[in-house]
């Protein structure tokens, strides 16, 4: 067992975000996800980002667990800019993210939330569809993690059990990197003493 493995929650609370009127979201139609999480917040054409963000602030503040931010197309970029500029307080209560499907940085539909080139302070996954490489400075910006999320999923998989173990797994990955780096660097850190 990982060390993350070891102090990662059993189960989180799961909010996701996706543009009005969508039905059908990519997490559910490949992965065979609910439509909506314990929470959801929607993106409305024009609306201030101020309020969107006032939203999505309510519904972490709301959730009983530690979350997890599902997201697809600009919802990916809103959330980035959310956590990016949204109050330590409200961002340590972030497990992870996974990202559906996120524009093209630089993007004309992405640009209303445009924020600073800096890693998200959560593990984040990216899942892109047929055009993987048009997400890569997304990936990049991000220090996100990219996978080919353009397969189907087939048959009756718990709800969301498969994307909590996938941003678990992810996250074991880079706790454990971390740890074994401060042991290369740092002989104090040593497992034997």
């Known amino acids: 067992m990982s060390i993350a493995t070891a102090v990662m929650p059993n189960h989180w609370s799961i909010i996701t975000i996706a543009a009005a009127g969508r039905a059908d979201p990519a997490w559910n139609t490949r992965m065979r996800w609910p439509v909506k999480g314990d929470d959801h917040v929607v993106l409305h054409d024009g609306e201030r980002r101020s309020l969107w963000a006032a939203q999505l602030d309510a519904a972490v503040m709301r ?16 959330a ?10 409200y ?40 055009d993987a490489a048009a997400t890569i400075p997304a990936v990049n910006g991000w220090g996100s993690r990219l996978l080919r999320g353009d397969r189907q999923r087939h048959g009756d998989l718990r709800p969301w059990r498969s994307a909590q173990r ?14 074994e780096r401060a042991i290369a660097v ?4 040593h497992r034997d003493r």
């Open 91 to 130: 961002v340590s209560r972030i497990a992870g993210a996974l990202l559906f499907d996120p524009p093209a940085e630089g993007a004309e539909e992405s640009q209303p939330f445009a924020s600073p080139a800096i890693a998200l302070p959560f593990p984040s996954l990216v899942l892109s569809g047929a």
């Open 80 to 89: 980035s800019w959310w956590a990016r500029l949204s109050p330590a307080s």
């Open 186 to 189: 740092h002989p104090i850190f």
């Open 63 to 78: 959730a009983d667990r530690t979350v997890l931010l599902v997201a697809e197309g600009l919802g990916c970029h809103a």
């Open 166 to 179: 996938l941003i678990q797994r992810a996250t074991a990955r880079v706790v454990d990197r971390d740890v």
